[in-house]
T-cell receptor
Framework: NAGVTQTPKFRVLKTGQSMTLLCAQD?????MYWYRQDPGMGLRLIHY???????AKGEVPDGYNVSRLKKQNFLLGLESAAPSQTSVYFC???????????FGQGTRLTVV | KQEVTQIPAALSVPEGENLVLNCSFT??????LQWFRQDPGKGLTSLLL?????REQTSGRLNASLDKSSGRSTLYIAASQPGDSATYLC???????FGTGTRLQVFP
């Protein structure tokens, strides 16, 4: 019962470095989402996907790119990390618009 | 733009009290409303999902209602326990937009 798995769980980056966060789900869900969570700000939507090969911008997309080449995977990329991207990142998935969403355990990213 | 507001931002109560947490949203074109719980340093756990055609859902001591006309959802927690201490979040719409949450502390 893996559900939604995020890799890695922790990472420290230097300013300007790049990295990719992986979200994998084994529930055959169409919709997938990437959020960041900062103290006092709640969860803010970065990008989302409504199916394989599709992506769309959320509330705070700048500085991030995403890809959904396979239905089960949703990748979040940081091309040139900045300290402002220090945050906890969460991934979620669900079958459709009216169905229950499931979350991963988060990735804690620190950019120094 | 969809906005989701949760009131109160924080709540501290003695064990045994019945609680009401509020979630307001600006867009009436909401497909469903989902309530989550988040423990410190952890991910989100789904509590209840209310479809737009439903008025309420119940799970154990939790009851959630949805009123699309007024743009409100309420999470009712009966006979609160210290184990209920967590942050409670609501989210709705096709983009799964979140409120900022209610931080609940239940003390013995």
């Amino acid at each position: 019962n893996a559900g939604v798995t995020q890799t890695p769980k922790f990472r420290v980056l230097k300013t300007g470095q790049s990295m990719t966060l992986l979200c994998a789900q084994d529930m055959n869900h169409e919709y997938m989402y990437w959020y960041r969570q900062d103290p006092g700000m709640g969860l803010r939507l970065i990008h989302y996907s409504v199916g394989e090969g599709t992506t769309a911008k959320g509330e705070v997309p700048d500085g991030y790119n995403v890809s959904r080449l396979k239905k089960q995977n949703f990748l979040l990329g940081l091309e040139s990390a900045a300290p402002s991207q220090t945050s906890v990142y969460f991934c979620a998935s669900r079958t459709g618009q009216i169905t229950e969403a499931f979350f991963g355990q988060g990735t804690r990213l620190t950019v120094v | 733009k969809q906005e989701v507001t949760q009131i109160p931002a924080a709540l501290s109560v003695p064990e045994g009290e019945n609680l009401v947490l509020n979630c307001s949203f600006t867009d009436s074109a909401i497909y469903n409303l989902q309530w989550f719980r988040q423990d410190p340093g952890k991910g989100l756990t789904s509590l209840l999902l209310i479809q737009s055609s439903q008025r309420e859902q119940t799970s154990g001591r939790l009851n959630a209602s949805l009123d699309k006309s007024s743009g409100r959802s309420t999470l009712y927690i009966a006979a609160s326990q210290p184990g209920d201490s967590a942050t409670y979040l609501c989210a709705g719409t096709d983009k799964l937009i979140f409120g900022t949450g209610t931080r609940l502390q239940v003390f013995p």
